[in-house]
Nanobody, 117 residues
């Protein structure tokens, strides 16, 4: 299962960004979606996830600045990042996850977010 993340880019610190995650209908309809990021030299980490019913989970490090959402009609999930910081620089991935937020399937390419100070 590969989902396609997009919307990254080079942004200045303090700005906002919205990432998108497109999935096939059959994947999107029955699965929670998780957003992960991997900074240079670090392990990939889950930053947010959203279940089919819209309930969400956030890593403590991003609470208050990240907002995850999903549009079930468009088979697309979103991750809005406010008040971007240089430490948000990473490749962001989206993935279908199980109810314990464990990733399912293979990883897509991700989208690069680079935050300049």
């Amino acid at each position: 299962v590969q989902l396609q993340a997009s919307g990254g880019g080079l942004v200045q610190a303090g700005n906002s960004l919205r990432l998108s995650c497109a999935a096939r209908e059959i994947t999107f309809r029955f699965n929670a979606i998780g957003w992960y990021r991997q900074a240079p030299g670090k392990q990939r980490e889950l930053v947010a996830s959203i279940r089919v019913d819209g309930s969400s989970h956030y890593a403590d490090s991003v609470k208050g600045r990240f907002a995850i959402s999903r549009d079930n009609n468009k088979n697309t999930a979103y991750l809005r990042i406010d008040t971007l910081k240089p430490e948000d620089t990473a490749v962001y991935y989206c993935q279908a996850v199980d109810l314990s937020n464990r990733p399912l399937g293979s990883w897509g390419q991700g989208t690069q977010v680079t935050v300049s100070s």
